[in-house]
């Protein structure tokens, strides 16, 4: 696998692969004082965000830094696109000052896949690309160490009922699960208001409600989506305090989830309006877990795509 643009960049058992392969970083690394093997020596990894982000530029520094890589964090306010650089010369420019992985978040969907088309050489040289987060489209590493963290909370995928809810429409996170969970076996459905909730959401591998409480009592798994007003123009319908009475995962309804059951949420969170104060602090919450999976997820990726071969690590 040259890039990660996409789930659909995956199979089964190569997502498994990919799971397998962070558990083993974990394991490597557990205890440990000194966080530092030699896997991605002399390698050289830029991240290039056009969106903010905290957790998904960090755990990819991080990764690349416990694995011994050249980490480059390109900061797109003081670059020179901010002098009209085009997205094409900005990717190009960094393909040829060495990069070996590119990792891109961008406000338009699409934007990664383009910039891969445009770094590879017709004789597939040039570097990864992955895809850290575009537009509304997907954020497949997101999706892995949300997956990952299912893994290890629930000892597997297979059969298990996750519901996703919240602002679908706008969500990557959303897409990328919805397509991930399901090719690993499990049921995945889509819980959101009529309002935010995409068109063509038939053709998505999942089951669409609209009544939160009637999933709770049968969910394995329960992930939270934030609002994003910031695609929105403006305002949403319903209103902020109508989407949290209705949608929100307060503590009445934390109540009705099963024991085994988890609440998930990528982050950044917005508490009182998705989730309720104490229920992000819940036991049930994997919130914080799921930053930890992420750093051990995205150094499986990083090595994948730039060794590619299984080894002991
Ligand atoms: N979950 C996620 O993508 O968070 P950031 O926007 O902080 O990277």
Do not use: C
């Not at 000052?97 to 961008?106: C, F, I, P, Q, S």
């Not at 409600?209 to 403006?234: C, F, I, K, T, W």
């Not at 914080?288 to 997820?297: A, D, I, R, S, W």
């Amino acid at each position: 696998m040259k890039h990660l643009l996409s789930i659909q960049d995956l199979t089964r058992d190569s997502a498994t692969d990919l799971l397998d392969e962070a558990s083993r970083f974990e394991q490597a690394l557990a205890g440990r004082e000194v966080r530092k093997l030699p896997t991605l020596r002399g390698r050289t990894i830029m991240t290039v965000f056009y969106e903010n982000s905290t957790r998904t530029r960090v755990s990819f520094e991080v990764a690349g830094k416990w694995m011994s890589a050249d980490v480059i964090n390109v900061g797109v306010s003081a670059s020179s696109v901010s002098k009209g650089e085009s997205l094409r010369d900005t990717a190009m420019t960094l393909h040829r000052a060495g990069a070996d992985a590119l990792v891109v978040r961008h406000p338009d969907s699409g934007a990664a896949h383009l910039i891969a088309g445009w770094t590879t050489a017709a004789d597939g040289t040039g570097p990864s690309v992955i895809n850290a987060g575009d537009g509304t489209h997907e954020h497949p590493t997101q999706a892995l160490l949300d997956a990952y963290t299912l893994r290890q909370r629930l000892g597997g995928l297979d059969g298990r009922r996750v519901v996703i809810v919240g602002d679908v429409l706008h969500s990557r996170v959303a897409r990328s699960n919805a397509l991930l969970l399901s090719m690993l076996g499990a049921e995945v459905v889509l819980v959101a208001p009529p309002t935010l909730m995409p068109v063509g959401i038939e053709t998505w591998p999942v089951t669409v409600g609209y009544n939160l409480d009637a999933e709770l009592p049968s969910a394995d798994a329960v992930m939270m989506l934030r609002v994003q007003s910031e695609r929105m123009n403006g305002g949403f319908f319903p209103s902020a305090r109508e989407y949290s009475i209705t949608y929100g995962l307060n503590d009445r309804r934390l109540a009705m989830l099963r024991d085994h059951a988890v609440v998930m949420h990528p982050g950044p969170m917005v508490r009182g309006m998705e989730i309720g104060y104490s229920v992000a602090d819940s036991p049930k919450t994997t919130v914080l877990e799921q930053v930890t999976n992420g750093v051990h997820m995205r150094m499986a990726v990083l090595f994948r795509l730039l060794v590619g071969v299984e080894e002991n690590v």
